[in-house]
């Protein structure tokens, strides 16, 4: 049917949708990408986020042991000590992880940034069209992907404590720095069974959501003509802006025809008009020229206006082929033009003396 969108979108509608903020991305990807720094950061950070944590807390139990009389200072100088350890344990990892985010999504977007999306609309606080959203395609897509999730978890979180279960009351002997050790183990086993699962879910988000907005952009056989209408113009109104500009060309052209000092014609299927001023022009040149019916109208108005028309089959068709109006005429047609206006301005010096 006409109406159906079956075309593939043209690289004029991608770009009007990309203006609108209208772009394909996976948030998976940005989710997979931002857990796993953060995991792995924090792999990498803990003993040192672990050891400022220990100090800090034992200097302020020490402290407010040693005082009998906790005062606003004593409170404020406290307080900059555990902002200072937030700014040296906990905001790297904060900032490391939104700067992934920032990133991964930017390589999807390429680089746009789009404020006019996150403006209010009434047609949001539709109910029916958040009925309709409900029981899309792309919801069911989400939640299957969150009940796929949940279940890997689970599934790897009971195989890792399942294995592990027997090892348990011996952690009642075990140093707590050990404890904290295994147990950052454990969570790093189960953090790299689920990355594995999670990479492949985040790979098939992206295709679902490529395919989901190559989808969506679809345009109809009748949207790709009127957005050739708007780009290429009308090819009706093209052809009357066409037609108008040759009439125009042809009236200032037959304007020319009075001034020119010979006509050349073959006999009737070409008229070239030539007109040489030797104080303006370094060579004879073709103010007019036409064929068929134009070359006839040349003709009639050069015989109108007293202008000496002269048959030359081989000088009028090359002429009319090589040279554009308002050109000056090449070097090979000298000697041909030459000749011409010599006969020409003979004539004129006959009609003169007689």
């Given amino acids: 049917m006409a109406g159906e969108r079956t075309e593939k979108a043209t690289p004029k509608r991608r770009q009007d949708e990309r203006k609108k ?56 100088n406290i307080f900059v000590d555990i902002m200072v350890v ?11 992880t939104g700067l ?14 789009r404020v006019k999306p996150l403006g209010f609309k009434m047609g949001r606080l539709s109910p029916l069209q958040g009925i309709k959203k409900m029981f899309s395609l792309k919801s069911v897509i ?26 348990l009351p011996r ?36 295709l679902y959501q490529w395919w989901d907005y190559e989808r969506n952009i679809k345009m109809t056989k009748q949207e790709i003509k009127e957005e050739y209408k708007e780009t290429e113009g009308d090819p009706q109104i093209k052809s009357a802006i066409k037609s108008r500009q040759q009439s125009l060309s042809r009236s200032r052209m037959m304007q020319n025809v009075p001034q020119a000092d010979v006509v050349i014609r073959n006999p009737t299927h070409y008229a070239v008009a030539i007109k040489y001023d030797p104080d303006a022009d370094s060579a004879p040149r073709v103010v007019a020229k036409g064929a068929g ?32 109006i308002e050109q000056e005429i090449p070097s090979e047609f000298y000697h ?3 000749e011409t206006l010599v006969f020409v301005y003979r004539l004129r010096e006959e009609a003169k003396l007689s």
């Fill in 21 to 76: 903020g209208n772009i394909f991305q996976s948030r998976e990807i940005v989710i997979v990408a931002s857990l796993l720094v953060s995991f792995y950061s924090l792999k990498l950070l803990g003993p040192h986020i672990l050891k400022t944590l220990f100090s800090t807390t034992r200097e302020i139990f020490i402290l407010t042991g040693e005082l009998d009389i906790i005062t606003f200072s004593d409170v404020r």
């Fill in 86 to 96: 937030f700014a040296t344990t906990v905001l790297p990892l904060l900032m490391l």
């Fill in 100 to 113: 992934v985010a920032i990133v991964v999504t930017m390589a999807q977007t390429r680089l746009l940034v």
């Fill in 142 to 167: 989400e939640i299957l992907k969150s009940i796929l999730k949940i279940v890997i978890i689970s599934y790897i979180i009971y195989k890792t404590l399942f294995d592990e279960v027997l090892l």
């Fill in 171 to 206: 952690l009642m002997d075990v140093p707590f720095e050990g404890v904290l050790s295994h147990t950052g183990k454990l969570i790093m086993s189960v953090v790299t069974a689920s990355a594995i699962a999670f990479v492949a879910i985040a790979a098939l988000d992206y």
């Fill in 293 to 324: 019916y134009l070359a006839l109208r040349i003709i009639e108005e050069a015989e109108k206006h007293g202008v000496i028309v002269t048959e030359n089959r081989t000088l009028a068709r090359g002429l009319y082929e090589a040279v554009e």
């Fill in 336 to 338: 041909a033009v030459a």
